[in-house]
């Protein structure tokens, strides 16, 4: 069961025979080289599944995000930096402009993806995590354009991607308007005040490098304000509306990592002999198969009812949801997955090493685990929980009065 229809089924089999053929034979040379793999991208392009959510019109195919975590699953599978290629170059900041974009913008955006580039998406920053909406970077109306200013980090793609959606606190008159998310395009060195910082040594998926990027006077035309139908005020909650999708891709590639690191577990199982007997005839290897088995049929039978959302993106409570099963179901079965290995999967000739530093970010990047949480419960208590400053100050103010009155 995972609510595939047949034309997904075909396009499963032709994302695996690309990702097996193609990625999964680098996978080891990516991790090791920590280089973005071009070629690979290259091929991904040629087979359509860049750009493959970007409506006809634009150029792309139309096709759904359903579809979108069909490909992505296999991507993973096979190298977790081609899946998480695969998810940038379908859902986030292309989502978002393809959702809420100007014509130009749409046109601007779907040009860079079909033509092999991997957007960035720039919200986090040193000072604002999970914190997102307190971010500091200012983009400030000048004439008829905007001059940004401040500093992200952990941006994935910095130094490689073309196209940056970069989020912004705009004052215009020196008056704050909300966030906004403009839209940034690098060839090369340009545009100059656009400078990409330090590379962060990451743990795992170190094919894609993740940096900081700097912004001193970088002067934008005002057309490219990505601007969210409610207007500017509601832009951050509209905006990150797209990233729901985004979420949904990354527990996708969780999932794939995962389910990697089971079938090679499943198959040493009925290899290696230990007692005169294939391991896998031990219970308690067994069983951890099985446990396996199922928190992987979970996780996807979640990520798919995400994906197959009725609006512009997944609902909000479904991606947050899939998006910690499948992270937190990635980190144990890659676990579980090397533990069936003895000492080959502690050894670093085997692949299981490099599936468990993979599977780490899924917790943490795109929101974590505990944040993810704090959303889902808020959608069940119907209520927006005081997770910011002034969340807290209206509970204190709120608990002061509390304690006034019952004296
Ligand atoms: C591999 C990777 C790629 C990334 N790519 C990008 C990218 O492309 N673009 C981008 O903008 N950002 C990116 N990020 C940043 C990512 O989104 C942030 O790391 C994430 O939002 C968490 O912020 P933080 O790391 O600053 O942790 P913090 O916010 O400092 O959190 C630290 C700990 O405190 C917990 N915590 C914080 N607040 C609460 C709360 N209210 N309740 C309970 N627990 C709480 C967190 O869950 C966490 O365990 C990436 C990060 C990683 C690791």
């Known amino acids: 069961m995972d609510f595939m ?22 996978a080891a040379a990516t991790d090791a080289s920590e280089a973005y793999p071009w070629e690979n991208v290259t091929r991904l392009r040629e087979a359509g599944f860049m750009g493959m959510t970007i409506p006809t019109a634009y150029g792309g195919k139309g096709a759904s995000y359903h579809d979108a975590v069909v490909v992505i699953e296999e991507m993973a599978k096979a ?5 998480r290629i695969a998810v940038e170059a ?9 959702a809420y974009g100007s014509e130009s913008q749409k046109r601007l955006a779907a040009g860079c993806v079909l033509a092999g580039d991997k957007p960035a998406i720039c919200i986090s920053e040193p000072g604002a995590g999970s914190a997102a909406s307190e971010m500091t970077t200012r983009a400030d109306r000048r004439g008829d354009g905007y001059v940004i200013n401040g500093r992200k980090y952990w941006i994935t793609g910095g130094g490689v991607s073309r196209l940056h959606l970069v989020f912004a606190r705009v004052f215009d008159g020196g008056v704050e308007q909300g966030i906004g998310g403009f839209i940034v395009v690098r060839d090369g060195d340009s545009p100059a005040g656009l400078v990409v910082g330090e590379r962060i040594p990451a743990m795992g998926v170190r094919g894609i490098p993740e940096t900081y990027l700097r912004f001193a006077d970088l002067a934008v035309p005002a057309s490219a304000l990505v601007v969210p139908p409610k207007g500017l005020a509601k832009g951050f909650g509209s905006l990150m509306n797209a990233y729901n999708a985004q979420r949904v891709g990354a527990g996708t590639v969780a999932l794939g990592i995962a389910q990697g690191a089971f079938e090679e577990a499943l198959a040493y199982a009925g290899k290696r002999e230990q007692f005169g007997r294939p391991i896998a005839e031990f219970q308690g290897v067994q069983w951890m198969l099985a446990d396996m088995s199922v928190q992987l049929e979970a996780a996807r039978l979640m990520l798919h009812r995400a994906a197959r959302c009725k609006g512009a993106f997944p609902d909000m409570t479904e991606a947050a949801q899939a998006k910690i099963l499948a992270a937190e179901t990635a980190n144990r079965v890659a676990n579980d997955a090397l533990q069936i290995f003895g000492s080959s999967g502690y050894s670093r000739h085997l692949a299981l090493e490099r599936h468990v530093r993979d599977a780490r970010m899924f917790t943490i990047a795109g929101g974590t685990a505990q944040i993810l949480r704090t959303q889902v419960a808020a959608s069940l208590l119907g209520r927006k929980l005081p997770q910011t400053r002034v969340g807290y100050a209206e509970l204190a103010e ?8 019952a004296k």
């Open 5 to 26: 229809n047949d034309t997904q089924r075909a396009l499963q089999a032709r994302a695996r025979e690309l990702a097996q053929g193609e990625f999964a034979p680098t």
């Open 79 to 83: 190298c977790a930096t081609m899946g």
């Open 90 to 98: 379908n859902m986030g900041a292309i989502g978002a402009i393809m």
């Open 398 to 405: 709120r608990d002061a009065s509390r304690a006034g009155a």
